[in-house]
C-alpha cells in the first residue's frame, strides 16, 4: 500500500518529467566571486555576468558591505520581531527617511521584498471584490498581487492606454464596476520598454483610478537616478503610489512604498505583508542607506551605462540582431522558441558569457528570449565580446525568417 507521500512524489515526478520534456527545466547555478561584473561559474571558469539586475554596479561593492559589517558588530544579525512588535531599528528608519528624500516623497515605508511590497499595496488599498486594471505584462509579483488580494484584475493590452480606457469604460458599464486602480511597471522588466506614464496617469484620472507604478527596474537608473516618472516627463504628483526596490539599481536587497504621510500611514495600519512578517536585518537597511547614497552621488555610473547600451544597440542593429525597443540596461534579444533561446545561451556560455535565457512562462508563449542586461562596472571589450559571440550564434541557430547574422 502506498501512501500520501508516495502517491505526492509520483506525481511531482510525473510533473517534472513533463517540465524537462517541455525544454523549460529551470535550475540555480552558483557564481562566485562576483565583482559587479564578471564572477567564477560552478565549474570554475570566470564568466562575464550579463542578466543581471545589478544595474549600477553596487551589488559587490565595498561600502554597502562596509555599513552592514559595522551595523552586525554593533547589533547582530536579527530584528528580532516585526516592525511593529519590537523590530523597528534606527538603520531602519533611517533608510526611509532616505528613500523619502531620494523619491522627493513625503516618507517612505519597508518592505522585505518587492513581491511583499506589491502584495501589501494591492491588498490593502484594492481588497476583495475592487477592480485593478493592470498592464498584461506586468511583473509577475503585481500579477500575484492582484490574485492574492481577491480583486478583479483587468489586462489591458501592453502599454496601450486606449485599451486602459475602453476595458475599464465596460468594466464600469457591463459590470457596474468601476475600476479602482491601475497597476503599472515603470520599466517592464522583461522588455526594458517604460510605460506611458504621462498618458496612463491622465487615463486614470479620468476613470478616477489610483494609479500605483513599481519601478523596481527605473529607480536609481534612468530619468538621472529619478526612475520612470522622470524618465517620461510624468508629474509626481500624479503616481501617488511608488513602489521601489533595493536588490536591483541599488544592489542590496528589499524594497519600499513612497507615497504621502496618509498612505504611508495606512500602509502601516493596514498592509498584511508589512504587519505580520519580521522586519529585515537592520544590517540590511545600514547597506541599503549607503548605496541609496552612492547612486544618488555618482552620476557616472549611469552615464557610463547609457554609453554601454548606446554601444551594444549599434553594433547588435548592424548586424541585425533582433532587438527589442528598448534604451534601458535592458536589451531583450528576441528569439521565439524556448529551444532556441536556450542554445544561443549554451554558445554564449562556451564563450565565457552568462546571459540566462528566460522561457515561458516568465514571457509569454513564443517570447523566449536572452534578457541582456549591463552594469556600469562592464567595459566596453566586454560589450563587444557580447556582440561577435551573439553573431556567432546567429548563424549557428538562425532566427526563422531572418538570414543567419
Ligand atoms: C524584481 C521585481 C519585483 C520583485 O522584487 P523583489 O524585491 O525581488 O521581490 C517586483 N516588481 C518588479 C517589476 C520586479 O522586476
Known sequence: MDGPAVELDRRLTAALDERRRQGLWRRTRALRDYDGAEATADDGRRVVVLCGNDYLGLAADPRPAEAAAASLRRGGAGAGAAHLVTGHRPEHAELEE??????????ALLFSTGYMANLGVVSA??????VVAEDRLNHASLIDAVRLAGARGVRYRHADVEDLARRAG?????RGRRVEMVLTDGVFSMDGDLAPLPRLAEAAERIGAVLAVDDAHGLGVIGGGAGSVAATGCDPARVPVLVGTLGKGFGVFGAFVAGSRPLIDYLVQ?????????APPPAWAAAATVAVRLAGEEAWRRERLESLVRRFREGASASRLPLGDSQTPIQPVLLGSAERAQAWSEWLERAGLRVSAIRPPTVPEGGARLRVSFTALHTEEHVDRLLAALDEAAARFPVDGEPPG
Not at 532616505?98 to 516618507?107: N, P
Not at 488599498?125 to 475592487?130: D, F, I, M
Not at 493596514?270 to 519580521?278: D, L, P, Q
Open 98 to 107: 532616505a528613500l523619502a528624500a531620494y523619491t522627493g516623497r513625503e516618507a
Open 125 to 130: 488599498l484594492a481588497g476583495r471584490g475592487s
Open 170 to 174: 465596460s468594466a464600469g458599464e457591463e
Open 270 to 278: 493596514f498592509a498584511r505583508t508589512y504587519i505580520y512578517t519580521t
